[in-house]
């Protein structure tokens, strides 16, 4: 079944809003008191990050009432299985923050977590019934760099179970241990496999949340859901202490309501100081090429072909430059199945070696097999074939070297005459898949059933914040609309 098809789409309604009971694995999230003025709780959610920094600085209200108010948030929607676990601990640790000009921009604030992410203070599920009282020995490297800045980790999110890895017969956002997420905007696909944390920020219950991606799974979840999500260049941000599908492709990615927010999550979980081109300062700085190859177009939805003129035209009324441009069939033709399947194994295996209950993908499978209604009720297709794959290592890196030549020779081409390339959702995923290269997407369109679409921009590796700026520059021209 072709991926965004219309009998796709529907097959994923019918499983996410259809009677799917909760598995026997669902953690319920305990409620606790955190009464707090309704008046307060919403200025502050609404509020973006330095907004929030401004209050606190101005004593109008404190990091415990911003933790409080996003805490009661989360609880209020717990419905809508955005969020598998909230931290305990998260107002006790806000009473620690004290404001300084000289904190980092995310110092005090609540941050959501996909709970593929190592944290050491909740379990780290994979939204996996094998994995509901797993408590890592160590945070992942990027909440180790939130942490040293401040941030308050509020709690882990849903997921499709094992980041959309177990079947190929999955419901977008499903997992044993947090149950099915819905889409704030109505009976649409949530996306996956970062559903929980496009829905959360789209449900106000934190300004910012972390996602991974392998193959989509920021830029279609954010798109869905209508906030911001940026999939990083490989390797900017660290993977260490994040359960793996693949290290060729893996990377986590900030997701939030503005771009601006969004730029500061990410500077938040890098190491390294990210470079930035001032050639470009105002849209009609920029030339932009819109993907126009078939391997694109026979996949748009109805109204795909009008939200993207229109996007054109907004652009050349501000002065921008814009064009259509094909990069040639060859480099959509790419295999990123056996590349995933190798090192989902590998990966998972070296993940939990190491910990003090060590497993391997053969126990997920036999333990899933005892209670198959509970632990695996849409099936474990992929997990059985990674554990039986017989690709070499080899001959997989002969697949990634080849998957990565040709997406970067066609991207580089294009480079040389736009400065970003256009398109909508993810539909050009196994192009910054393979590639390794940033991508991008902006809310502010609707399909006429109101179900959100996010235009999606891709840059070349490296220009993360570049693509950050140029968003932030679309986002403040009141561009997208729709």
Known sequence: MSFNSQAYLNDQINKQYGEVPLSRYYHNQPEIDVAINDEVIQEIITSDIATLQAMVK??????VEIAKAFYNQAQRHQDSHAVISLNPAVIEEAKTRVYDDSHDPLYGIPVLVKDNIATTEMAT??????LKDFYPETDAVIIQELKQKGA?????TNLSEWANFMTENSANGYSAVGGQTKNPHGSFDVGGSSAGSAAAVALHMSPVAIGTETAGSI???ASQNGVVGLKPTLKTVAQAGIIPIAAAHDTAGPMAQTVNDCYLLFQAMTTTEATFNDQFQRLADYRFGQLDDAALKETYRDEDAIILATFEEQLQQVGASYQHLSLGNACYDVDITDV??????AGVESYFKHETNPITLADVIAF????EKNASYYGQDLLEQANNHQLTASAIESVIERNRTVTQAALDEAFKTVDVLVTLSNYATSLYATSGYPALTLPGYQRQTGEPVGITLIAPAGQDVDLLYLGQLIEAAGVLSG
């Open 368 to 371: 899933n097999r005892k209670d």
């Open 219 to 221: 830029i279609y979840p």
């Open 125 to 130: 599920t994979a939204g996996a019934a094998i």
């Open 340 to 345: 995933l399947l190798y090192q989902f194994k």
């Open 152 to 156: 308050l980790i509020l709690g882990k």
């Open 58 to 63: 101005q004593n109008k209200v404190s990091y």
